[in-house]
T-cell receptor, first 113, second 112 residues
């Protein structure tokens, strides 16, 4: 099976812009979770989608949003980018539920200038 | 808020030595997972423990879940350079709202 893929791998944006990240889960996996990883805060949970519905959400502002499509692919959007949004954004997929084995993608490295 | 503190934060040892990484919380978890992350990649699951007091061995790695399911440890015997990486523990909660809380991480460097 192909692993979790994330695009793009690297992204540079400026403050105030918006960005959309994409994640394709392992075939057959219906749960997709998103995480933000920074040196200072570690790995923090953003949200989880299952069957196109958001099931869980972490403590992030409304600028962070996501969605899942019928083929389980997911996108994450960050609007009005801030310098502090610079991070590695990781996507993970699992069969179900969230605490099931998570298979992570390589991440998207976002730099906000 | 559930927090998982890992110690030490950084560890650099010589090849062949033994080491232990700790993962502690004041909260109870239904399961505890350990991941290893290498530069440029996402975390990869090493093990999941679900029973208080459970011990699992994976070659030179030994994982233990505390009796009260609030803490865990990872012991590596005869460390090798290939063990270098960021080790993350993650606590799973099935108490009403399923979620996975990651620890602060331990960056391990094995010196050849």
């Amino acid at each position: 099976k192909a692993g979790v893929t994330q695009t793009p791998r690297y992204l540079i944006k400026t403050r105030g812009q918006q960005v959309t990240l994409s994640c394709s889960p392992i075939s057959g996996h219906r749960s997709v979770s998103w995480y933000q990883q920074t040196p200072g805060q570690g790995l923090q949970f953003l949200f989880e989608y299952f069957s196109e519905t958001q099931r869980n959400k972490g403590n992030f502002p409304g600028r962070f949003s996501g969605r899942q499509f019928s083929n389980s692919r997911s996108e994450m959007n960050v609007s009005t980018l801030e310098l502090g949004d610079s991070a590695l954004y990781l996507c993970a997929s699992s069969s179900f539920p969230l605490t099931d084995t998570q298979y992570f993608g390589p991440g998207t490295r976002l730099t906000v200038l | 808020t559930q927090l998982l503190e890992q110690s030490p934060q950084f560890l650099s040892i010589q090849e062949g030595e033994n080491l232990t990484v700790y993962c502690n919380s004041s909260s109870v978890f239904s399961s505890l997972q350990w991941y290893r992350q290498e530069p440029g990649e996402g975390p990869v699951l090493l093990v999941t423990v679900v029973t208080g007091g459970e011990v699992k061995k994976l070659k030179r790695l030994t994982f233990q879940f505390g009796d009260a399911r609030k803490d865990s440890s990872l012991h590596i015997t005869a460390a090798q350079p290939g063990d270098t990486g960021l080790y993350l523990c993650a606590g799973g909660s099935n108490f009403g709202n399923e979620k996975l809380t990651f620890g602060t991480g331990t960056r391990l460097t094995i010196i050849p």
